[in-house]
T-cell receptor, first 117, second 112 residues
Framework: GAVVSQHPSRVICKSGTSVKIECRSL??????MFWYRQFPKQSLMLMAT?????????EQGVEKDKFLINHASLTLSTLTVTSAHPEDSSFYIC?????????????FGSGTRLTVV | GESVGLHLPTLSVQEGDNSIINCAYS??????FIWYKQESGKGPQFIID?????DKRQGQRVTVLLNKTVKHLSLQIAATQPGDSAVYFC???????????FGQGTTLQVKP
Protein backbone atom coordinates (compact mmCIF):
# COMPACT_ATOMS: atom_id res chain seq x y z
CA GLY A 1 0.00 0.00 0.00
CA ALA A 2 0.83 3.67 -0.11
CA VAL A 3 3.56 4.79 2.25
CA VAL A 4 4.35 8.28 3.45
CA SER A 5 7.66 8.91 5.15
CA GLN A 6 8.05 11.86 7.49
CA HIS A 7 11.38 13.05 8.82
CA PRO A 8 12.57 13.77 11.43
CA SER A 9 10.40 11.93 13.92
CA ARG A 10 11.62 14.10 16.77
CA VAL A 11 13.44 17.41 16.87
CA ILE A 12 14.44 19.80 19.61
CA CYS A 13 15.43 23.31 18.67
CA LYS A 14 16.20 26.59 20.36
CA SER A 15 13.84 29.52 20.28
CA GLY A 16 14.42 31.72 17.27
CA THR A 17 15.79 29.00 15.03
CA SER A 18 14.06 27.34 12.08
CA VAL A 19 13.18 23.70 11.63
CA LYS A 20 12.39 21.86 8.41
CA ILE A 21 10.15 18.79 8.32
CA GLU A 22 10.03 16.57 5.25
CA CYS A 23 7.13 14.53 3.96
CA ARG A 24 7.76 12.02 1.18
CA SER A 25 5.43 9.73 -0.70
CA LEU A 26 7.52 6.63 -1.25
CA UNK A 27 5.62 4.61 -3.81
CA UNK A 28 3.20 7.02 -5.39
CA UNK A 29 3.07 10.55 -6.70
CA UNK A 30 1.20 13.07 -4.63
CA UNK A 31 0.11 16.31 -6.25
CA UNK A 32 -1.55 17.29 -3.00
CA MET A 33 -0.30 16.94 0.54
CA PHE A 34 -1.77 18.23 3.77
CA TRP A 35 -0.05 19.44 6.91
CA TYR A 36 -1.68 19.03 10.32
CA ARG A 37 -0.75 20.10 13.81
CA GLN A 38 -1.82 18.22 16.89
CA PHE A 39 -1.51 19.40 20.47
CA PRO A 40 -1.61 16.88 23.35
CA LYS A 41 -5.01 15.25 23.82
CA GLN A 42 -6.46 17.21 20.93
CA SER A 43 -7.50 16.47 17.42
CA LEU A 44 -5.56 17.04 14.23
CA MET A 45 -5.95 20.57 12.99
CA LEU A 46 -5.44 21.21 9.31
CA MET A 47 -2.81 23.89 8.76
CA ALA A 48 -2.41 24.00 5.03
CA THR A 49 -2.82 22.24 1.73
CA UNK A 50 0.36 21.79 -0.24
CA UNK A 51 0.06 21.65 -4.01
CA UNK A 52 2.90 20.56 -6.25
CA UNK A 53 4.23 23.42 -8.31
CA UNK A 54 2.07 26.09 -6.76
CA UNK A 55 1.63 28.02 -3.54
CA UNK A 56 0.22 26.34 -0.51
CA UNK A 57 -3.25 27.17 0.72
CA UNK A 58 -3.33 28.02 4.41
CA GLU A 59 -6.21 27.61 6.81
CA GLN A 60 -7.58 30.60 8.62
CA GLY A 61 -5.35 31.67 11.49
CA VAL A 62 -2.23 29.90 10.24
CA GLU A 63 0.63 32.29 9.50
CA LYS A 64 2.02 31.54 6.08
CA ASP A 65 5.24 33.45 6.78
CA LYS A 66 5.88 31.38 9.86
CA PHE A 67 5.01 28.00 8.42
CA LEU A 68 6.67 27.86 5.03
CA ILE A 69 5.55 25.07 2.76
CA ASN A 70 7.37 23.94 -0.34
CA HIS A 71 6.07 21.22 -2.65
CA ALA A 72 8.70 21.19 -5.35
CA SER A 73 8.20 17.64 -6.57
CA LEU A 74 5.45 15.06 -6.78
CA THR A 75 6.95 13.09 -3.92
CA LEU A 76 8.20 15.72 -1.48
CA SER A 77 6.64 18.48 0.56
CA THR A 78 8.48 20.36 3.30
CA LEU A 79 7.22 22.40 6.21
CA THR A 80 9.62 24.91 7.73
CA VAL A 81 8.78 26.41 11.08
CA THR A 82 10.58 29.73 11.08
CA SER A 83 11.70 31.61 14.17
CA ALA A 84 10.31 28.88 16.34
CA HIS A 85 8.89 29.67 19.78
CA PRO A 86 7.94 27.34 22.63
CA GLU A 87 4.27 27.66 21.69
CA ASP A 88 5.11 26.06 18.33
CA SER A 89 5.98 22.86 20.17
CA SER A 90 3.55 20.31 18.83
CA PHE A 91 3.11 17.11 16.84
CA TYR A 92 3.16 17.84 13.11
CA ILE A 93 1.69 15.28 10.72
CA CYS A 94 1.58 15.24 6.95
CA UNK A 95 -0.79 13.41 4.68
CA UNK A 96 -0.50 12.66 0.99
CA UNK A 97 -3.21 11.64 -1.41
CA UNK A 98 -2.69 8.57 -3.53
CA UNK A 99 -5.19 9.07 -6.33
CA UNK A 100 -4.81 5.44 -7.26
CA UNK A 101 -6.72 4.54 -4.09
CA UNK A 102 -9.52 6.99 -4.64
CA UNK A 103 -10.98 8.53 -1.51
CA UNK A 104 -9.19 6.01 0.67
CA UNK A 105 -5.87 7.35 -0.43
CA UNK A 106 -5.26 9.77 2.45
CA UNK A 107 -2.06 8.26 3.80
CA PHE A 108 -0.41 9.77 6.84
CA GLY A 109 3.19 10.12 7.87
CA SER A 110 4.29 9.01 11.30
CA GLY A 111 4.51 12.56 12.58
CA THR A 112 7.22 14.87 13.89
CA ARG A 113 7.42 15.82 17.54
CA LEU A 114 8.79 19.37 17.69
CA THR A 115 10.01 20.75 20.99
CA VAL A 116 11.17 24.35 21.12
CA VAL A 117 13.26 25.23 24.16
CA GLY B 1 -17.22 26.77 10.70
CA GLU B 2 -18.06 23.22 9.73
CA SER B 3 -16.70 20.61 12.09
CA VAL B 4 -16.95 17.00 13.01
CA GLY B 5 -17.28 16.36 16.72
CA LEU B 6 -17.29 13.44 19.11
CA HIS B 7 -19.54 12.91 22.09
CA LEU B 8 -17.20 11.20 24.56
CA PRO B 9 -13.56 12.07 25.18
CA THR B 10 -12.76 8.76 26.93
CA LEU B 11 -14.31 5.33 26.72
CA SER B 12 -13.22 2.54 29.03
CA VAL B 13 -14.28 -1.04 28.24
CA GLN B 14 -13.49 -4.50 29.46
CA GLU B 15 -11.48 -6.76 27.23
CA GLY B 16 -13.83 -8.90 25.18
CA ASP B 17 -16.72 -6.45 25.34
CA ASN B 18 -17.99 -4.49 22.38
CA SER B 19 -17.08 -0.81 22.04
CA ILE B 20 -19.16 1.91 20.47
CA ILE B 21 -17.59 5.26 19.62
CA ASN B 22 -19.87 8.04 18.46
CA CYS B 23 -19.39 11.07 16.26
CA ALA B 24 -21.59 13.96 15.22
CA TYR B 25 -20.97 15.92 12.07
CA SER B 26 -22.39 19.23 10.98
CA UNK B 27 -21.70 19.48 7.27
CA UNK B 28 -24.75 18.04 5.55
CA UNK B 29 -22.89 18.18 2.24
CA UNK B 30 -20.28 15.65 3.37
CA UNK B 31 -20.62 12.43 1.46
CA UNK B 32 -17.69 10.41 2.70
CA PHE B 33 -16.58 9.54 6.21
CA ILE B 34 -13.56 7.75 7.57
CA TRP B 35 -12.63 6.35 10.97
CA TYR B 36 -9.00 6.51 12.00
CA LYS B 37 -7.05 4.96 14.85
CA GLN B 38 -4.11 6.82 16.30
CA GLU B 39 -1.65 5.25 18.69
CA SER B 40 0.56 7.39 20.85
CA GLY B 41 3.24 9.22 18.89
CA LYS B 42 2.07 7.91 15.53
CA GLY B 43 0.07 9.14 12.60
CA PRO B 44 -3.59 8.17 12.05
CA GLN B 45 -4.28 4.73 10.62
CA PHE B 46 -7.25 4.03 8.36
CA ILE B 47 -9.84 1.72 9.88
CA ILE B 48 -13.00 1.86 7.81
CA ASP B 49 -14.92 4.25 5.63
CA UNK B 50 -18.48 4.79 4.51
CA UNK B 51 -20.21 6.82 1.85
CA UNK B 52 -23.37 8.78 2.42
CA UNK B 53 -25.40 6.45 0.23
CA UNK B 54 -24.85 3.68 2.78
CA ASP B 55 -26.17 3.17 6.31
CA LYS B 56 -23.80 0.47 7.43
CA ARG B 57 -20.50 -1.02 6.49
CA GLN B 58 -18.67 -3.90 8.08
CA GLY B 59 -15.03 -4.78 8.27
CA GLN B 60 -13.06 -7.19 10.34
CA ARG B 61 -14.39 -6.75 13.90
CA VAL B 62 -15.47 -3.21 13.06
CA THR B 63 -18.75 -1.78 11.84
CA VAL B 64 -19.53 1.80 10.92
CA LEU B 65 -23.09 3.09 11.06
CA LEU B 66 -24.23 6.29 9.44
CA ASN B 67 -27.45 8.12 10.27
CA LYS B 68 -27.76 11.02 7.89
CA THR B 69 -31.02 12.20 9.40
CA VAL B 70 -29.35 13.20 12.64
CA LYS B 71 -25.86 13.54 11.20
CA HIS B 72 -24.46 10.84 13.40
CA LEU B 73 -21.69 8.33 12.82
CA SER B 74 -20.60 5.46 15.02
CA LEU B 75 -17.81 2.93 15.10
CA GLN B 76 -18.46 -0.43 16.68
CA ILE B 77 -15.59 -2.67 17.66
CA ALA B 78 -16.47 -6.25 18.46
CA ALA B 79 -14.62 -8.24 21.11
CA THR B 80 -12.39 -5.34 22.05
CA GLN B 81 -8.77 -6.28 22.61
CA PRO B 82 -5.93 -4.52 24.48
CA GLY B 83 -4.38 -3.69 21.10
CA ASP B 84 -7.46 -1.62 20.31
CA SER B 85 -6.46 0.91 22.97
CA ALA B 86 -5.84 4.15 21.10
CA VAL B 87 -7.49 7.42 20.13
CA TYR B 88 -10.18 7.12 17.50
CA PHE B 89 -11.14 9.94 15.17
CA CYS B 90 -13.94 10.29 12.72
CA UNK B 91 -13.20 12.46 9.73
CA UNK B 92 -15.09 13.80 6.79
CA UNK B 93 -13.96 14.80 3.38
CA UNK B 94 -15.18 18.16 2.23
CA UNK B 95 -16.52 17.31 -1.20
CA UNK B 96 -15.80 20.82 -2.45
CA UNK B 97 -12.18 21.16 -1.36
CA UNK B 98 -11.05 17.58 -0.82
CA UNK B 99 -9.85 18.50 2.66
CA UNK B 100 -9.94 15.87 5.35
CA UNK B 101 -11.40 17.36 8.52
CA PHE B 102 -11.03 15.55 11.83
CA GLY B 103 -13.39 15.34 14.76
CA GLN B 104 -12.44 15.73 18.42
CA GLY B 105 -11.33 12.17 19.11
CA THR B 106 -12.20 9.51 21.67
CA THR B 107 -9.63 7.70 23.76
CA LEU B 108 -10.48 4.02 24.04
CA GLN B 109 -9.06 2.26 27.08
CA VAL B 110 -9.32 -1.51 27.21
CA LYS B 111 -9.11 -3.04 30.66
CA PRO B 112 -7.74 -6.59 30.90
Amino acid sequence: GAVVSQHPSRVICKSGTSVKIECRSLDFQATTMFWYRQFPKQSLMLMATSNEGSKATYEQGVEKDKFLINHASLTLSTLTVTSAHPEDSSFYICSAIDLGQGDRGYTFGSGTRLTVV
Amino acid sequence: GESVGLHLPTLSVQEGDNSIINCAYSNSASDYFIWYKQESGKGPQFIIDIRSNMDKRQGQRVTVLLNKTVKHLSLQIAATQPGDSAVYFCAEIDSNTGKLIFGQGTTLQVKP
